[in-house]
């Protein structure tokens, strides 16, 4: 059960994502990544990390998403012509794709041999825990985060806003 | 069916951050060279989450929530930065933007 469920979610993502790449109307691209993001949620609740989950929908398929949905309305942005590719992307491109993830694969078969895995899903990843964590333990990188976004939230105003 | 291990997690965030980095790449529009790089930053959660299942280390989690936070930040910036653009130059292709070519 845990496989087939694991290998559709994992499958709709990497569909989704294709159709992202697929897509020419940039809200048909901004539609699948909702796609993504909700199979991605599945997945992390599969990993026991109910939180994260959650989060991930609120805070990407909600709030990020709706954001970029908004601007490409504003933009009132059309199809994207295709541009003509160089000579070398054209033929060398597939190839050198397909070396990079062969060597990737055979890193990860390196680092991981076949007796050392663990089955997932008898963590739990307890939301409690979760804060205790970061309001004991990662404290300052939380509070420097804040920070972060607080600036972020003002550099996006500044950007946005009309010039007198 | 095979069990399922942290490498199928690992191949899964590899496909998804190959998949977004062919859309950084290959892709004109700058909003969904943007959607592209969020895509990216997603790959990197998974394999912080599974990590953090299979350590069974919660900290994993909080780093993924931390990247979460860099994410949004980046998708406020980046979309003020392409609406800004947008009200400069009329446009949103990548080819066009060419303000700070040499």
Known sequence: MYQALFFLFAASAVGFAINLLIQRHPIHSALSLIGVMGSLASLYLMLGAEFLAVVQVIVYAGAVMVLFVFVIMLLNADKEEPSDRSKM?????????????????????????????????????QTAAIGRLLFRDFLLPFEVISILILIAIIGAIVLAKKEP | MPPVTPVHYLFLSMALFTIGVIGVLTRRNVIIILISIEL???????????????????????????????????????????????????????????????
């Not at chain 2, 003020?80 to 700070?100: H, Q």
């Open chain 1, 89 to 125: 992307a054209k033929y060398l491109g597939l190839p050198l794709l397909f070396l990079l993830l062969a060597m990737i694969t055979v890193v990860i078969y390196r680092q991981f041999p076949e007796d050392a895995m663990v089955q997932f899903g008898d963590f739990p990843g």
């Open chain 2, 40 to 102: 990216i930053f997603n790959a990197v959660n998974i394999n912080l989450v599974a990590f953090s299942s299979q350590f069974a280390s919660i900290s994993g989690q909080t780093f993924a929530i931390f990247v979460i936070v860099a994410a949004a930040a980046e998708a406020a910036v980046g979309l003020g930065i392409i609406i800004a653009l947008f009200r400069n130059k009329e446009t949103v292709n990548a080819d066009e933007i060419d303000l700070m070519k040499w």
